[in-house]
């Protein structure tokens, strides 16, 4: 997540000195993306310097104890950014698709036996997530918005791995329609044509 | 000692050019307190371990091992005895009996075993309360959720003494949030001692497991290994 949004986020709810924008902002997320000290205070630098927050003129004590605001176009800036949808239109580079496709190719590597070892750590994954989410009991809004994210995410990853074992099934059973002609238009989907 | 245990447990369906092997050489333990996840694709022969473990079908080779008991050694009446006292199961659609309210869903499986009605209803009480269902217990299944008659089929399988729960996709025809209060409460049974099978192909619903076994093709191929606590992963995002 942006540190930027998050601190200017931290500062609509009111004024805040440094060190409490920090601590807030891990609590916030659940302890589920912490951020290193030195990133909270640059930002909060740049913020100032870009007129989207203040903080007290007369005061020249080191951003910890320096209490901050947010201004108007910082209001602005935050809430165009809460409903400016991220960019998810081109795929990403992703290493698993790529590792699929080439076992297709390499003689002798049995593809879902690969596919099964990458499924097994994406469910242990998912397993120790689970562990969170159970371990918290519900009472942590912002860790179980967070953990549901990362278990959707690593699902989906799953669910394609299914899917791929199960076509790579049927084209084993179908070998005259398996052919590496399919190969370049699928590496272009999986982003590795470039 | 297991709760249930299978030794190379094969299943045939079948004879000559249609034989059908279900499972091959199955070999699966799981303790007291424990959640197992059987994972793998439709067809993949996960049911049918279920079911086999269940006592509701017969192997055609291999031994079957629940709560000290080999199967194969059984009589019928043993078998169904052991069926109404110790196991429970949860399906996919919930298998309530219509004419039926929440309260005598749950209290069926002892009152079958020959426990007074009014014995059976106490503690079919106590495991709709335990669940927070006690609101509901005088409402049929159609005047249920969803949610809600998985909730009343989970009480149905861990009321009175139960120790081995077996369930297959019990959350499939859930949203999300129902299907992680189903696992929730499975996986408090399971905090509470009672050994459970959950069959999926579920990864989410995997998750909960203590341990996952993957199977293709009637063989399990894989498991997941004993995964370290939860602060790893926190440590390993820093």
């Known amino acids: 997540m942006s540190v930027r949004h998050a601190l200017l986020a931290l500062l609509s709810e009111g004024p805040k000195y440094g060190l409490r924008l920090r601590e807030e902002f891990e609590a916030g997320t659940g302890e589920v993306w912490p951020l290193n000290i030195g990133q909270v205070y640059t930002t909060l630098q740049r913020l100032e310097r870009d007129g989207l927050i203040e903080s007290d003129d007369d005061d020249e004590r080191d951003s910890p104890q320096k209490r901050f605001r947010i201004t108007a176009d910082g209001e602005y800036e935050l809430a165009a950014w809460l409903r400016t949808p991220p960019d998810m239109s081109s ?5 698993l698709v790529i590792k699929v496709l080439v076992a297709l190719r390499v003689p002798g590597t049995d593809v879902r036996e690969v596919i099964q070892a990458h499924r097994r750590y994406l469910v242990e994954l998912m397993q120790q997530w689970t562990r969170i989410k159970d371990a918290d009991a519900g009472g942590d809004l912002a860790l179980g918005l967070a953990v549901d994210a990362e278990l959707f995410r690593l699902d989906a990853v799953v ?3 299914d899917a791929a074992d199960g076509r ?11 052919t590496r002609d399919d190969l370049p238009r699928l590496r272009m989907r999986a982003g590795t044509a470039r | 000692m297991s709760m249930l245990e299978l030794r190379q447990v094969s299943k045939v369906y079948g004879q000559g050019a249609a034989e059908v092997h279900a499972l091959r050489d199955v070999s699966l333990e799981v303790d007291p307190g424990m959640m197992v996840a059987v994972m793998g694709p439709s067809g993949s022969g996960k049911s049918t371990l279920l079911t086999i473990a269940g006592s509701l079908e017969e192997p055609t ?3 079957v091992v ?10 019928r009446n043993g078998k169904a005895r052991l069926r109404r006292q110790s196991v429970g199961y949860v399906f996919q659609d919930f298998n309530l009996l219509p004419g039926l309210t929440a309260a005598e869903n749950v209290a069926l499986p002892l009152e079958l075993d020959g426990i007074s009605a009014r014995k059976s209803r106490d503690a079919g009480m106590r495991a709709l309360d335990a669940l927070g269902l006690a609101d509901r217990a005088s409402n049929y299944p159609d005047q249920l959720s969803g949610g809600e008659r998985q909730r009343v089929a989970i009480a149905r399988a861990v009321v009175g003494d139960r120790h081995l729960l077996l369930a297959d996709e019990p959350s499939g025809a859930l949203d999300s949030d129902n299907s992680e209060t189903v696992m929730r409460m499975i996986h408090t049974a399971c905090r509470q001692g009672i050994a459970a099978v959950v069959v999926t192909h579920d990864a989410q619903l995997a998750s909960w497991a203590d341990r996952v076994v993957f199977i293709r093709d009637g063989r399990i191929v894989d498991q997941t290994t004993p995964a370290p606590g939860p602060e790893s992963l926190l440590r390993q995002q820093r």
């Open chain 2, 66 to 75: 629940v709560a000290g008991q080999d199967l194969a050694t059984m009589s």
């Open chain 1, 159 to 161: 669910r394609w791995l």
């Open chain 2, 61 to 63: 080779s291999g031994q």
């Open chain 1, 168 to 178: 790579i099934k049927r084209a084993a059973a179908e070998p005259q329609k398996a």
């Open chain 1, 91 to 95: 795929p990403p580079r992703d290493e």
